[in-house]
């Protein structure tokens, strides 16, 4: 297995380049399923996430050319609405082909997903809305079988108990192709929503009110082909940010949507960083100290949870007492505290919340990576550190992050991967 080794103590300087968004790209290629037609979808990570997803695609009998960042799909010949039980434990967001192959198919028989495992991750919300357009739903330990209704499958009304992305999104692609109309009441109002809504809607559906509380649906005969292209990921913008926060430099990152990283951008204001915004870049520099904050990680527009490992790196180097509260996965400081503290960080955990007292410093250590993001915590904790850090099960930081180690290096990092 890889590890990354860092020597860190260099501050970072230059210009880094954000791909396409890990958590649109696997929302939108189960999508495809929906498409009479060829896509052509550009901007696609070149992560292992993706790679799995498209082999779960082929393996169903989908055509797909990849040309760099650029992926061509052709689900004309696919019959499957089951697919390969082992590929999709490999991934977590392999959930969706339960939504795309419903709509699709009118039934499907998913094993049950694997992946980041930081907290449990139920799915019953994403169930709910299964059954409120009709299906039957068969559900073991191992996997999710969806047959049509004795009443057949139809829009319906859902109002989410729980802000869920995954179940949003699910719901999004079942009823997409129903007749009638779909309701998703407290839907997710994630970047991600919006960017399958905008694939969709430019194959052909009729999907309104994407990024607000309530997104409805009104069913399509069918889709068509075409081209799009996947907006950047505002969560590798942010772990960038957070590097240079930690790590001190400056830094301009580009491929980006500005009003996305917000949320993130006002916390490293508030912590010191100096951050400009251009049209579609974000130049971010950290000379002085960085000063303590208070972050809640929310639902979007809130402060993703999905940077709360990040900003703790950046929390265990800052003045001062800071209070970090997760609202969203509650065990998730778990996948990467220990490490940190092996680092030289002060982190008390109370329940939701982390108390983080910054330190001068962080020292190298070995560390292992439990998750994608506690994974990325890590590498931004190495570079900032004094001394050698190795970062092992890196795997996990494939999975979402494009050519980390080469993005890195270029912007003056002293990183290398080491099978
Ligand atoms: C997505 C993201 C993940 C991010 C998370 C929260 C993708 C592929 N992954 O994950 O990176 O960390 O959003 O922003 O987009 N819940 C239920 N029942 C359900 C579904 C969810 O109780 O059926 C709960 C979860 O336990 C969690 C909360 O709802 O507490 C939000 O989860 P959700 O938004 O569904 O996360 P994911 O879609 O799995």
């Known amino acids: 297995m890889a590890r990354y080794e860092i ?18 790209a696997v929302a939108i290629l189960p999508a495809v399923l929906l498409v009479s037609g060829k896509c052509h979808i550009e901007n696609v990570p070149n992560i292992s996430d993706v790679h799995i997803l498209l082999d779960i695609l082929r393996e169903m009998g989908a055509e797909i050319s990849l040309e760099g960042s650029s992926v061509t799909v052709d689900c004309s010949h696919v019959r499957s609405s089951r697919p390969d039980a082992n590929l999709v434990r490999k991934m977590r967001a392999s959930y969706y082909l339960m939504g795309a192959l419903l709509g699709r198919c009118g039934k499907a028989h998913v094993a049950l997903p694997g992946g980041c495992n930081f907290a449990s991750r139920p799915i019953d919300q994403h169930i709910k809305g299964f059954i409120a357009l009709g299906a039957d739903v068969d559900e073991s330990d191992d996997y999710v079988a969806l047959e049509p209704g004795e009443n057949g499958l139809q829009g319906g009304r859902v109002s989410l108990d729980v802000v869920s992305v995954g179940a949003t999104v699910n719901i999004m692609l079942a009823a997409t192709l129903l007749p009638g109309q779909t309701v998703i009441e407290n839907a997710a109002k994630e970047p991600h929503i919006v960017d399958l809504a905008n694939f969709l809607n430019t194959m052909g559906a009729r999907i309104s009110g994407a990024g607000t509380d309530t997104v409805k649906i009104r069913g399509v005969k069918e889709l068509h082909g075409g081209s799009y292209a996947i907006i950047p990921d505002q969560i590798e913008a942010g772990t960038y940010m957070a590097a240079v926060a930690a790590a001190g430099g400056n830094v301009l990152v580009q491929n980006v949507i500005p009003k996305h990283m917000e949320c993130i951008t006002s ?11 251009y049209d579609d870049a974000i130049r971010i520099q950290r000379a002085g100290k960085l000063r303590c904050t208070t972050v809640k990680t929310r639902p979007y527009p809130g402060f993703p ?33 220990t490490e940190l503290q092996s680092m030289g960080a002060d982190i008390l955990i109370t329940g939701k919340t982390a108390i983080v007292t910054g330190r001068e410093k962080l020292t190298g250590a070995v560390v292992s990576a439990h998750d994608l993001r506690a994974g990325a915590a890590l590498v931004i904790a190495g570079l900032a550190a004094e001394g050698t ?3 092992e099960n890196t795997h996990f930081i494939e999975r979402g992050y494009e050519s980390i180690v080469e993005k890195l290096s270029a912007l003056g990092a002293d990183i290398r991967r080491i099978e």
């Open 305 to 337: 949870t999905d940077m709360q490992a990040q900003i703790c790196v950046c929390m265990s180097l800052a003045s001062g007492v800071s209070r970090l509260t997760e609202s969203v996965y509650e065990t998730r400081f778990f996948g990467y505290c």
């Open 389 to 391: 850090t190795i970062v």
């Open 7 to 24: 020597n860190g103590g260099k501050s970072l300087q230059g210009t880094v380049t954000v791909s396409g968004a890990k958590n649109a």
């Open 267 to 277: 916390k490293l204001q508030e912590m010191g960083a100096k951050v400009t915004n």
